[in-house]
């Protein structure tokens, strides 16, 4: 079967660094997503990874391992209006984007 | 301008009733979905859609059913409505696949379905 396992719910404290993890096991891999979702509204996308090593854009950085079915999201000098749901996401052989439940981040001053 | 929008934003309504819930994109992509977030926030694609090809998640049942009127709609129809249906409803859109980079999908604002 396909899965993607992420932390339910992570807490940290506004200007500090955090890194949700994100680990998968997919019928083939073609990217990886990564997505913010603020409480009752739509996801919107943040970063692709197919690559390994690690992309950044501002205070927000995505990693992949392709070996070992891993990737963060490390986010810097939190703001509290980063307290959001961190979702995972892996296109497989088929091209179907498998989703994962979701981090939420809760980002304390 | 909004480029994934869905109506209505709230709809409650009882059980054993039909309804409809529509989306549009302006951004001229090939390809609409329709997710479903149930309160434990895990997203579940329903379907996708392009001019070509239905993909059903197989695990829907058969009272859900999209129609497409056209290519930058998608809506979707529930038949008789069940208490286990409320969640809210995400219409998105993309790309057709060139490379994966095209999947990224914007969603549209959810609707919030509750079945009473």
């Known amino acids: 079967g396909q899965n993607i396992d992420q932390p339910t719910e992570m807490t940290a404290t506004e200007g500090a660094i955090v890194q949700i993890n994100c680990t998968y096991q997919?019928?083939?891999?073609?990217?990886l997503f990564w997505y913010q979702q603020h409480a009752g509204e739509a996801p919107t996308f943040l970063s692709y990874n197919v690559l390994d090593g690690l992309e950044e854009k501002g205070r927000f950085s995505s990693f992949l391992s392709r070996s070992k079915g891993y990737s963060y999201l490390l986010l810097k000098e939190l703001q509290m209006k980063d307290s959001a749901s961190y979702l995972c996401a892996v296109i497989d052989s088929n091209y179907q984007l498998i989703w994962g439940a979701g981090t939420k981040l809760i980002i304390k001053p | 301008d909004t480029a994934v929008s869905q109506t209505p934003k709230y709809l409650v309504t009882q059980m054993g009733n039909d309804k409809s819930i529509k989306c549009e994109q302006n951004l001229g992509h090939d390809t609409m979905y329709w997710y479903k977030q149930d309160s434990k926030k895990f997203l579940k694609i329903m379907f996708s859609y392009n001019n070509k090809e239905l993909i059903i998640n197989e695990t829907v049942p058969n009272r859900f059913s999209p129609k497409s009127p056209d290519k930058a709609h998608l809506n979707l129809h529930i038949n008789s409505l069940e208490l286990g249906d409320s969640a809210v409803y995400f219409c998105?859109?993309?790309?057709?696949?060139?490379?994966?980079?095209?999947?990224?999908?914007?969603f549209g604002p959810g609707t919030r379905l509750t079945v009473t």
């Open positions: 998105a859109s993309s790309r057709s696949p060139d490379s994966a980079l095209l999947y990224e999908q914007y």
């Open positions: 997919t019928s083939g891999f073609n990217g």
